[in-house]
């Protein structure tokens, strides 16, 4: 019998081919003048070959009419079949087949949804399927190795994907950002979260809402990346930093102070050099001195941290004078 692991696989890749077509009907549903007929027949005569050439263990009725409804029935007795318990071999060389079918007529129903204009259409998450640019869409595939492999256990090989293809989003994202292209590091970012929701990723994308003006909803991303992960640090700096440039100095160093407390931090000293900045705001000299003091002792490599502090130094007793 197919082990559960790749049974689950199986079915978690059907279920996620049978949404994208799910979405591609709801599109063609509201289309006037749409005519698929042609391609919806087609389809479900691939699928009824498929199913008649399987030893006749499975069988589909054949018809010369067809409707989205047939299509979404025998995806739906699809997965009934695959929860049966026949031969693991069946279902490793069917259960591809099937959904490579899917995919074939996915793409050609999407393309034809942009001839009738623009249109969005979210993409099936790239799990353990193959993916490739064909007539200006991505066209996906799955093989039987990808599901039948057993010389390791499939659920760890498909997390390990996400955490690669998590991480070159990351990267993308902080690369964009570098190049100032923040639409691009915008997408990147809510592309890794679609993979993994973490406070990382969640946090670089209220960053790039800020910039985008947008600081309602990089509160709200901040705010939810605290909730998942309390001990991660970025956050709260943020936060911080949202509240100052509003003028909201008091709540802001409230925030800074969580974020010097915080565990998870890579970078302790920006906490510290954000509180300095609100006390020079408020004409707080000393204060704003020891605040980067204390970031210097973080970071003592830090060249422009240890020339604002001379700097700071040596005007303090000007600054001071002109507040008397």
């Known amino acids: 019998m197919m082990g559960e692991n790749q049974q689950n696989i199986l079915l978690s890749e059907l279920s996620s081919a049978a949404s994208y077509l799910d979405r591609i009907f709801r599109v063609l549903s509201k289309i006037n003048n749409f005519t698929s007929n042609n391609i919806l027949e087609k389809f479900r005569q691939d699928l009824f070959i498929l199913f008649e050439s399987k030893n006749s263990l499975i069988t589909m009725e054949g018809s010369q009419n067809c409707s989205i409804d047939d299509i979404q029935n025998a995806i739906n007795f699809f997965k009934f079949f695959l929860k049966l318990p026949f031969k693991r071999v069946h279902k490793l060389e069917w259960g591809p087949e099937f959904i490579n079918i899917l995919y074939g007529y996915a793409h050609q129903l999407h393309l034809a949804c942009l001839e009738y204009g623009p249109t969005e259409i979210d993409l099936p998450r790239v799990n353990i399927l193959t993916c490739q640019e064909k007539e200006g869409i991505p066209f996906f595939s799955l093989g039987v190795d990808d599901i039948g492999n057993s010389g390791h256990c499939l659920i760890l090989s498909l997390e390990e994907k996400r955490k690669k293809k998590y991480a070159e989003f990351i990267h993308l994202g902080n690369e964009a950002i570098i190049y100032k292209q923040v639409m691009k590091a915008k997408d990147f970012f809510s592309k890794a979260i679609n993979l993994k929701e973490t406070p990382e990723a969640l946090t670089l994308l209220a960053w790039v809402q800020s910039l985008l003006g947008n ?53 302790r000293e920006y906490p510290y050099i954000n509180s300095g900045r609100v006390y020079m705001k408020v004409k707080k000299y000393d204060q704003a001195l020891k605040e980067l003091q204390m970031a210097l002792t973080l970071v003592p490599t830090h060249q422009a941290l240890h020339k604002t502090v001379e700097r700071l130094i040596r005007k303090i007793p000007e600054l001071s004078r002109k507040n008397v």
Do not use: V
């Open 215 to 267: 600081t309602d909803d990089a509160k709200a991303l901040c705010h939810k990346a605290i909730e998942i992960d309390p001990s991660y640090g970025p956050p709260y700096n943020d936060l911080g930093i949202f509240l100052m440039e509003e003028g909201s100095f008091e709540k802001s160093l409230k925030w800074f102070e969580k974020a010097k407390r915080s565990i998870n931090y890579q970078n």
